[in-house]
């Protein structure tokens, strides 16, 4: 045994004397709120995806095309002058159309878990198109319904107490029987 941890010997204690840490012990946590006290860090922020990235990527996708049709000639056995020329003229015409903004992403559906940035892009994309088919503003704030419900009653309540109260009008039975 070293340092006087456990038995000075395990005969008879009917254990091997091994010493293990106490994995159930608990031990106390920081003294902090189990909830944010900032409303804000609640709130669901979704991920920016990275523009340079998603540009990288175009330009790689298109670069790729480039180096396909390259190879493509290149068996062909085309002149390398034409080879040169033909990958200028398609990159040329990639790029143009990349700037004209037509989308060169790949489908939302065949993207992978790694392509963070897309999938972020992608899902934005996908939160704006329903938030039109539902008709939500684009400045709604979450639980907005559900302050202005507030306000109404609390307008209600300050309503009510500015009017004098109403005298209860008592029925007087006939003691005449």
Known sequence: MSSNVGLST??????SGYVQRNMSLLKPRDNAAPYPK???QMKHHQRQPDK??????????IEVKVFELRDKLEEEGVDEDDIDDQCDSLRKKLENERKQGKDFGPNARRLKQHQVHDLAKAKIEESERLRKALGISADYEEGSHWRKQEERLRESLVGREKEPPARPTREVEDESD
């Open 10 to 15: 395990p005969r008879g204690s009917g254990t």
């Open 38 to 40: 900032d409303w804000e």
């Open 52 to 61: 340079e990235i998603l540009e990288h990527e175009q330009r790689r996708e």
